[in-house]
């Protein structure tokens, strides 16, 4: 029995793409990579994961480590068991736009260098599936194409720039032989059917915002509302689109968006979560820079507003970007994004329904 191995169990991603990559891979077991800390929280899921998908039972094992460490923090051992891993996983990663430079590039930049060193080791090795990010793209005017990397853009966070600097690491070991399909999903909320989320940031924290205030809300206008496009994309249409491109051939050392093609724009993000709430939006126009240093400087300010300043920049964002790889390649499976208008009420009604969950990343 061959054997895949994942990280950024039992994240967001990996919780509702393991029994997926599981069903279309008939014979290969997985082991996922899970830090101590999280480890009562993985077995359970697991448990959760072979209640609702049978044929997940017994092909999943769950092993300690740590990307950030030397050998993947594996006891010695456990590594035996691990000579047979032909296909690596690996999402884990620190998807916090507030996180401080050094965790930043230990988990992000480091993390992947020594997950490719793994890659690298394994006698059977066939195939890496890298989650990178949209945003690798910093403040770039334009629309990002997906193979395009490095267009002398700048960076609004550390996320940004260390999972550029990961993303350039996975491409040089693409273009020195290691077998690597790189995806990039935009903004990721909860799941269009459901509205189910494991965390509360993006798009999430302007409604929240909106949800708190009175019949008359009053949203900031921070960048061209009505050009400025938002580029989310809903939990199970990234699943689905990574399961399918991951079987594919064709799809080895190419880059793909995952994102709306046609994202809302602010206005129409705004409108549409006005509109479940019953609010009526009065726009207040005010300049991002000026905005964003008085949000993350007053004292109180950010707590208040529920709305940290590192959010600001996405409401302003001059990017867009290309999905042609993606498409193209999805074309005839039936996977597709479905639009924004057709799932954010779903979104809100679990956020309300749910509001013992909060913005923390699981790091």
Not at 28 to 35: D, G, K, P, T, Y
Not at 45 to 54: F, G, L, N
Not at 155 to 162: G, I, V
Not at 332 to 337: E, Y
């Amino acid at each position: 029995m061959t054997t895949l191995l994942m990280t950024g169990f039992p994240g967001f991603l990996g919780s509702a793409l393991l029994p997926r990559v599981l069903r279309r891979r008939e014979g290969v077991r997985a082991i996922c990579l899970v830090q101590p800390r999280h480890m009562a929280m993985a077995q359970r899921r697991v448990h959760e994961i072979e209640t609702e998908h049978p044929h997940t039972l017994n092909r999943v094992e769950l092993i300690a480590g740590d990307i950030t460490a030397p050998d993947l923090g594996i006891d010695p051992a456990s590594r035996d068991g691990l000579d047979d891993v032909a296909e690596v996983w690996h999402l884990a990663a620190i998807y916090d736009l507030a996180v401080a430079e050094g965790v930043a590039r230990r988990v992000n930049v480091e993390g992947t260098a020594r997950v490719l060193d793994f890659c690298r080791s394994r006698p059977q090795f066939s195939r890496l599936q890298y989650v990178s990010t949209c945003y690798v793209s910093g403040d770039y005017e334009g629309e990002f194409t997906e193979d395009g990397l490095d267009e002398g853009q700048s960076f609004l966070n550390h996320y940004e720039s260390t999972k550029f600097d990961a993303e350039a690491l996975v491409r040089k070991a693409m273009a020195d032989g290691l077998a690597a399909t790189i995806y990039r999903p935009g903004i990721v909320v909860g799941d269009s059917r459901t509205g189910e989320t494991q965390k509360y940031d993006g798009p999430y924290f302007l409604a929240s915002f909106m949800q708190r205030q009175l019949a008359l809300a009053v949203v900031p206008a921070v960048g061209a509302i009505d050009r400025v496009r938002v580029s989310l994309v809903p939990r199970d249409f990234v699943i689905e689109a990574m399961d399918q491109l991951s079987v594919l051939d064709r799809s080895i050392g190419q880059t793909f968006a995952l994102t709306d093609p046609n994202p809302p724009t602010v206005r129409q993000l705004v409108d549409l979560f006005a509109s479940h709430l019953g609010k009526k939006v009065i726009w207040v126009w005010l300049p991002l820079r000026l905005t964003r240093a008085a949000v993350g400087s007053v004292p109180g300010l950010e707590r208040l507003l529920g709305l940290p300043a590192e959010a600001l920049d996405y409401f302003a964002s001059p990017t867009t970007y290309s999905t042609t790889n993606t498409f193209a390649a999805l074309a005839g499976t039936g996977v597709q994004c479905p639009p924004f208008e057709s799932y954010a009420g779903r979104l809100l009604d679990f956020m309300v329904d749910h509001p013992e969950i909060d913005s923390s990343a699981m790091v």
